[in-house]
């Protein structure tokens, strides 16, 4: 099974894909997807959209991962993940795919196993789960990481 994990951003959106075979995982690809931050808004979710829409139709997985919104103090930075959130949830919906969310505490202890580590633990364990892959950056690793806790949480 082929799964697509996603962080989204509206500056710099994750995206990782995994194969999923019985209790094994490998790496299949990864990726960042970046908007322009002085684009009007529509323009920016319109980039992502059509991105993520390549990515599934490059991949063409079984089905997606989505990281839960982290709230965080600043109401506009949080409106805006919201806004890049729901275009990567209607990309895959689009697709036809199934689609879990997870909260970050959650990806964070199925991946190192506790849900405080740091981002740096996590890219730590996914160079041991993912041997050789290179990962495109912080975005990628994080999406990475919501596809192998799906892997884990999936049901069976």
Request: net charge positive.
């Amino acid at each position: 099974m082929i799964v697509l994990g996603l962080d989204p951003s509206l500056s710099c959106t994750g995206w990782g894909v995994i194969r999923v075979e019985g209790s094994r995982i490998s790496h299949v690809a990864n990726g960042q997807v970046k908007t322009d931050a002085k684009a009007p808004l529509p323009g920016r979710l319109a980039h992502l959209d059509t991105a993520l829409a390549a990515v599934i139709a490059d991949h063409a997985p079984a089905c997606a991962a989505v990281e839960e919104v982290f709230v965080n103090d600043n109401p506009q930075s949080t409106l805006k993940l919201a806004h890049a959130r729901g275009v990567a949830l209607l990309a895959c919906a689009r697709a036809g795919l199934p689609v879990a969310e997870y909260a970050p505490r959650l990806v964070k202890k199925a991946i190192v196993g506790t849900g405080g580590a740091a981002k740096e633990q996590v890219q730590a364990m996914l160079r041991i789960l993912l041997p050789g892959a290179k990962i495109t950056g912080a975005d990628a690793a994080d999406a990475l990481a919501v596809a192998i806790a799906h892997a884990h949480h999936r049901p069976r």
